[in-house]
């Protein structure tokens, strides 16, 4: 149609226009949809929310495993610390992501659901009872313009009618006034019948202006009553797209780690402890554990005592012996210097010559794959032992356990009387072989 209403809603040329019969459903049709989109808003969120926990899930495994490989590895002191840091920084990011999928699921999927049904409200028949009654305000404001316009419709076919059927009678009384074989009297009742068309035309034709008068009347309170309705639905709508900004703001703010002071603290943390790392006193430390600095029983005359097997050989201290480190520069337990891909290629001698060289390190003896701390403490072989007595270790390379307790003895007894073994937890140092019993 070509009346104002079309120009008032601004109606492109290759769709149907909001005025038209029945085009009134695609507004009704959005409060389905609406309700539809709380659903994909949540299942949206639902679906990140499992992200952020299998992202947290695989920190925390991560982080696990190789802070289990650094602690049993052969780096020391606080260069090892900082290494740990990055495992601690992996462990409190991942406890926020967790964060991020409980306020996802608990704040703002409940935060929707609850809105969508203060919002939409089935029936019981089905549907909405907001679409109910947008479709019912809807086909009242349009009634009684679609009623003139029906009649509108019919009185212009019966004016095209009538003109068609003018043409044609016109059209017969040319062809006769050229036909010999036409009569006068035929003649006479062609052009009566173009005289009785021309006033059906004529009737027809006041009948359809009157009818889209009549119609044109109406247009103005249709569209008024129409537009009414809609404004009701927009109303809805300026709601759910409101609460749909808001929400969305909500979700913006719980994935944003970086406006969580506790996103930044991680990291200031972590830069700290790298920063800590001294590498003067690693040095010192592992030269008073595993180099000149530490202790050394050197060989001097003894007695023969009779009842030394009997009783637990005890290790002195020579005078001028470098004190024990303090604890800020101490490894966790464990003699880890033993862990490494040297002690997997080159056995430990204690009667070590210059003819013997240590195998050279090789960065790829696994081939380029895999770390070179993984499989070190399970690669040496040994013989389980179980303890006969309590042996309290008096220095930081001897073992300490209790009477029953199992470990590994890794390396035979030497003339002092010591064994080097491992206890379950992975540490390794030196017990008093008469301590223990082959399992």
Same mark, same amino acid.
């Given at each position: 149609?070509?009346?104002?209403?079309d120009e008032c809603a601004g109606a492109d040329d290759t769709m149907d226009s909001f005025?038209?019969?029945?085009?009134?459903?695609?507004?009704?049709?959005?409060?389905?949809?609406?309700?539809?989109?709380?659903?994909?808003?949540?299942?949206?969120?639902?679906?990140?929310? *499992?992200?952020? =926990?299998?992202?947290? !899930?695989?920190?925390? @495994?991560?982080? %696990?495993?190789?802070?289990? #490989?650094? /602690?049993?590895?052969?780096?020391?002191?606080?260069?090892?610390?900082?290494?740990?840091?990055?495992?601690?920084?992996?462990?409190?990011?991942?406890?926020?992501?967790?964060?991020?999928?409980?306020?996802?699921?608990?704040?703002?999927?409940?935060?929707?659901?609850?809105?969508?049904?203060?919002?939409?409200?089935?029936?019981?028949?089905?549907?909405?009872?907001?679409?109910?009654?947008?479709?019912?305000?809807?086909?009242?404001?349009?009634?009684?313009?679609?009623?003139?316009?029906?009649?509108?419709?019919?009185?212009?076919?019966?004016?095209?009618?009538?003109?068609?059927?003018?043409?044609?009678?016109?059209?017969?009384?040319?062809?006769?006034?050229?036909?010999?074989?036409?009569?006068?009297?035929?003649?006479?009742?062609?052009?009566? *019948?173009?005289? =009785?068309?021309?006033? !059906?035309?004529?009737? @027809?034709?006041? %009948?359809?202006?009157?009818? #889209?008068? /009549?119609?044109?009347?109406?247009?103005?309170?249709?569209?008024?009553?129409?537009?009414?309705?809609?404004?009701?639905?927009?109303?809805?709508?300026?709601?759910?797209?409101?609460?749909?900004?808001?929400?969305?703001?909500?979700?913006?703010?719980?994935?944003?780690?970086?406006?969580?002071?506790?996103?930044?603290?991680?990291?200031?943390?972590?830069?700290?402890?790298?920063?800590?790392?001294?590498?003067?006193?690693?040095?010192?430390?592992?030269?008073?554990?595993?180099?000149?600095?530490?202790?050394?029983?050197?060989?001097?005359?003894?007695?023969?005592?009779?009842?030394?097997?009997?009783?637990?050989?005890?290790?002195?201290?020579?005078?001028?012996?470098?004190?024990?480190?303090?604890?800020?520069?101490?490894?966790?337990?464990?003699?880890?210097?033993?862990?490494?891909?040297? !002690?997997?290629?080159? @056995?430990?001698?204690?009667?070590?010559?210059?003819?013997?060289?240590?195998?050279?390190?090789?960065?790829?003896?696994?081939?380029?794959?895999?770390?070179?701390?993984?499989?070190?403490?399970?690669?040496?072989?040994?013989?389980?032992?179980?303890?006969?007595?309590?042996?309290?270790?008096?220095?930081?390379?001897?073992?300490?356990?209790?009477?029953?307790?199992?470990?590994?003895?890794?390396?035979?007894?030497?003339?002092?009387?010591?064994?080097?073994?491992?206890?379950?937890?992975?540490?390794?140092?030196?017990?008093?072989?008469?301590?223990?019993?082959?399992?």
């Amino acid at each position: 149609m070509s009346g104002s209403y079309d120009e008032c809603a601004g109606a492109d040329d290759t769709m149907d226009s909001f005025w038209e019969v029945g085009n009134y459903k695609r507004a009704v049709k959005r409060f389905d949809d609406g309700h539809r989109l709380c659903n994909d808003l949540m299942g949206c969120l639902q679906e990140r929310a *499992k992200i952020e =926990k299998a992202y947290g !899930d695989q920190l925390t @495994a991560w982080s %696990k495993r190789w802070r289990q #490989l650094i /602690e049993k590895g052969p780096q020391y002191g606080s260069v090892e610390r900082a290494w740990l840091a990055v495992m601690t920084e992996a462990e409190k990011v991942s406890e926020l992501h967790q964060d991020v999928k409980n306020n996802l699921l608990n704040e703002d999927v409940e935060k929707v659901k609850n809105w969508q049904k203060e919002a939409y409200h089935k029936q019981m028949i089905g549907g909405f009872k907001e679409a109910k009654e947008a479709e019912e305000g809807f086909k009242k404001a349009q009634k009684p313009w679609a009623k003139k316009l029906k009649e509108m419709e019919t009185a212009k076919k019966a004016y095209h009618m009538a003109c068609k059927e003018e043409k044609l009678a016109a059209t017969r009384e040319a062809n006769g006034k050229t036909e010999a074989s036409v009569t006068v009297d035929q003649q006479k009742k062609l052009h009566e *019948k173009v005289d =009785k068309c021309k006033q !059906d035309v004529q009737k @027809a034709k006041e %009948k359809y202006e009157k009818s #889209l008068e /009549e119609l044109n009347k109406c247009t103005q309170p249709y569209m008024e009553s129409m537009e009414l309705v809609f404004d009701q639905c927009q109303q809805h709508e300026v709601k759910r797209l409101t609460f749909l900004k808001e929400a969305l703001l909500d979700i913006k703010r719980h994935l944003n780690l970086t406006e969580n002071q506790s996103y930044a603290t991680i990291y200031r943390e972590l830069e700290r402890t790298i920063l800590a790392a001294n590498t003067q006193e690693d040095l010192k430390w592992f030269s008073n554990n595993h180099g000149p600095g530490m202790h050394m029983n050197w060989p001097a005359f003894e007695e023969y005592n009779p009842d030394q097997a009997a009783a637990p050989p005890k290790k002195k201290k020579p005078d001028g012996a470098p004190p024990t480190p303090s604890t800020d520069h101490v490894a966790p337990p464990g003699d880890r210097s033993s862990v490494s891909s040297y !002690d997997k290629n080159q @056995a430990y001698s204690t009667e070590w010559s210059d003819d013997e060289q240590p195998a050279a390190y090789s960065g790829n003896e696994n081939g380029g794959n895999g770390n070179s701390f993984e499989d070190d403490s399970s690669s040496g072989k040994g013989l389980r032992v179980r303890a006969l007595y309590d042996y309290e270790g008096q220095e930081q390379d001897e073992l300490t356990f209790k009477a029953g307790d199992e470990l590994t003895k890794t390396e035979d007894e030497d003339e002092q009387g010591w064994c080097r073994g491992r206890l379950d937890n992975g540490r390794e140092g030196l017990y008093p072989a008469n301590y223990v019993e082959p399992i």
